[in-house]
């Protein structure tokens, strides 16, 4: 498609029943140039029908936080209060952005609803996310903001020792941004979201979209208990263990009541769990049952984990959109996962649905 039946496009999705005259007058051209772009959409199949009925393919939307990510690794075991000599980058972050970016690395048709600023790392979150397919239409741009900035330290094994996040500007996202794509995000294939978003936003979301699986990540132990009053919402919830216990309240003991806390969440509504383990792997659980899938063996060395669990959600999103059972789907996860923490940026630009598939066949094969 053109620029221009892009723009088209992105406004009959937000309003099926829009007419060419408002069309037009949005986009600064004549009526008739609206209805030629119209026609070519359905000569593409793209439109369909009286009434702009779109074709849509199953797609993903994922809600909440896109930043830069600056991490420094030492060269060697870290001294702390001292400068530690190392190496220091940035690259694309952000918990949605993260998954969304793994799930289009992966095949999936996605789309991210996300603020930035009008600043420079703005523009390089967008022009990144369309480079490696996100569909970054929906995306909020706020004049005078500053995109969202993470800083981590790893210390000499890959593994976070600490990190700050500068993220108000999540708060500025307001319910009636997301109101604006409602249509679009009721057409959804499934919804996904970080618990970065306020409060207004997570009921927002929890009590509108009825229809469509709604799989959170918790991010942090801080931010997880803002779930808690709409787990009943809640179709799939990935934790960590301590995430894990700071929504249910219930303390896991070396990991023998992870299925308790499992049991908590299905109770108040929630149909499946992942409670990520790290090294020991990943506990699962659902109606038919729980286990725990162990990790990937594997001769790569792990150079940054903080972009592994991000990594994960996106495999069982994907997995979910395959209709995969929940030990598949965990399993693929982990792979994700894997391949995510070989790559010092966040993101390995070598994700995709056949890398992560190798790794499970030769895991079955070992």
Not at 27 to 37: C, D, K, N, Y
Not at 198 to 224: C, H, M, N, W
Not at 259 to 271: E, K, M, T
């Amino acid at each position: 498609m053109t620029e221009r039946e892009e723009q088209v496009l992105a406004l009959v999705r937000e309003n099926p029943l829009i007419s060419q005259a408002t069309i037009a007058r949005r986009l600064g051209i004549s009526r008739s140039a609206v209805a030629g772009h119209i026609m070519r959409l359905v000569a593409k199949g793209v439109i369909k029908g009286r009434g702009y009925v779109i074709s849509d393919s199953p797609f993903a939307v994922v809600v909440g936080g896109a930043n830069m990510d600056i991490c420094g690794v030492p060269a060697s075991k870290i001294l702390m209060r001292d400068s530690n000599p190392g190496k220091v980058f940035s690259s694309p972050g952000g918990v949605a952005r993260n998954i969304a970016e793994n799930l289009a690395r992966l095949g999936t048709d996605c789309r991210l609803i996300a603020a930035v600023g009008t600043d420079h790392y703005g523009d390089l979150l967008i022009q990144q996310g369309k480079s490696a397919g996100i569909d970054v239409r929906y995306m909020l741009r706020l004049d005078g903001a500053q995109t969202s900035t993470y800083v981590n330290v790893l210390d000499e094994s890959g593994d976070m020792l600490v990190a700050i996040n500068d993220m108000s500007i999540v708060d500025e996202i307001q319910p009636e941004h997301l109101q604006a794509h409602e249509q679009m995000l009721k057409r959804a294939s499934l919804l996904i979201a970080d618990t970065n978003l306020r409060d207004e936003l997570l009921a927002y979301l929890a009590g509108t979209f009825d229809q469509q699986p709604l799989f959170i990540d918790t991010v942090s132990v801080a931010k997880a208990s803002r779930i808690r009053p709409y787990l009943e919402a809640v179709h799939t919830l990935k934790a960590t263990q301590s995430e894990a216990e700071e929504v249910s309240g219930i303390r896991a003991a070396s990991n023998r009541n992870l299925p308790r806390i499992a049991d908590w969440l299905h109770d108040r509504g929630v149909n499946r769990v992942f409670i990520t383990l790290g090294p020991k792997g990943a506990f699962y659980s659902d109606a038919d049952g729980y286990g725990t899938e162990k990790p990937v063996r594997s001769a790569a060395k792990a150079i940054n984990t903080s972009g592994a669990g991000d990594a994960f959600v996106a495999g069982i999103a994907y997995a979910w959109l395959q209709q995969w059972p929940i030990v598949k789907s965990a399993q693929f996860a982990i792979a994700a996962a894997n391949i995510a923490l070989s790559h010092r940026s966040t993101i390995n630009p070598a994700m995709s649905s056949a890398a992560v598939s190798r790794i499970c066949e030769a895991r079955h094969a070992g």
